[in-house]
Antibody, heavy 116, light 107 residues
Framework: QVQLVESGGGVVQPGGSLRLSCAAS????????MQWVRQAPGKGLEWVAF????????EYADSVKGRFTISRDNSKNTLDLQMNSLRAEDTAIYYCAKGWKYLDDWGQGTLVTVSS | AIQLTQSPSSLSASVGDRVTITCRASQAISSALAWYQQKPGKAPTVLIY???SLESGVPSRFSGSGSGTDFTLAISSLQPEDFATYYC?????????FGQGTRLQIK
């Protein structure tokens, strides 16, 4: 069965950096687009970033453009999100999810807290 | 960016009731819409994609309809496990966007 396991969350000061990872298993990772979605505490879902199956196309939400970078390693079945210049409003649970358009599998999420 | 507006924002209903949730897009998105269910402390799961296609394993009491700008999620006979928050999502164009959510509570 599909498994997506995020890691790398934690507490970071404003202006700091963090790198999230998502380990994928149970499907042919290199054939699927992957995305990151976040959810601030008590709030709704916010799309963050998209990466095509071959890494050839990346898309970002305006709120993270220029600060976050999505990448993947198809030889290791991993998806990453490098987050720089973090702000308090980036505090959220970050989910990795599988799919080009709709998201048919999600990880359990990893919590990122940006606070001094 | 395409805005999605869900209504109502919250809804109280009883087991066995039929409920509908609507999602309106700020511009036409064809049938590029999905519906998700999220329970407290859990990741969302997809219920409906392409506006009306039922995801494998999802009970048939869930159905979706609509195209263009107006969409509906219907639950034909509420079960205890259906009390959750529901989100619509458009994938017609980037940036992908979600509705603000509809919290379905037990009456």
């Amino acid at each position: 069965q599909v498994q997506l396991v995020e890691s790398g969350g934690g507490v970071v000061q404003p202006g700091g950096s963090l790198r999230l990872s998502c380990a994928a298993s149970g499907f042919t990772f290199r054939r699927y687009a992957m995305q990151w979605v976040r959810q601030a505490p008590g709030k709704g879902l916010e799309w963050v970033a998209f990466l095509r199956y071959d890494g050839g196309n990346k898309e970002y939400a305006d709120s993270v453009k220029g600060r976050f970078t999505i990448s993947r390693d198809n030889s290791k079945n991993t998806l990453d999100l490098q987050m720089n210049s973090l702000r308090a409003e980036d505090t959220a649970i970050y989910y990795c999810a599988k799919g080009w358009k709709y998201l048919d599998d999600w990880g359990q999420g990893t919590l990122v807290t940006v606070s001094s | 960016a395409i805005q999605l507006t869900q209504s109502p924002s919250s809804l109280s209903a009883s087991v066995g009731d039929r409920v509908t949730i609507t999602c309106r897009a700020s511009q036409a998105i064809s049938s590029a819409l999905a519906w998700y269910q999220q329970k407290p402390g859990k990741a969302p799961t997809v219920l409906i994609y392409d506006a009306s296609s039922l995801e494998s394993g999802v009970p048939s009491r869930f159905s979706g309809s609509g195209s263009g700008t107006d969409f509906t999620l219907a639950i034909s006979s509420l079960q205890p496990e259906d009390f959750a928050t529901y989100y619509c999502q458009q994938f017609n164009s980037f940036p992908i966007t979600f509705g603000q959510g509809t919290r379905l509570q037990i009456k």
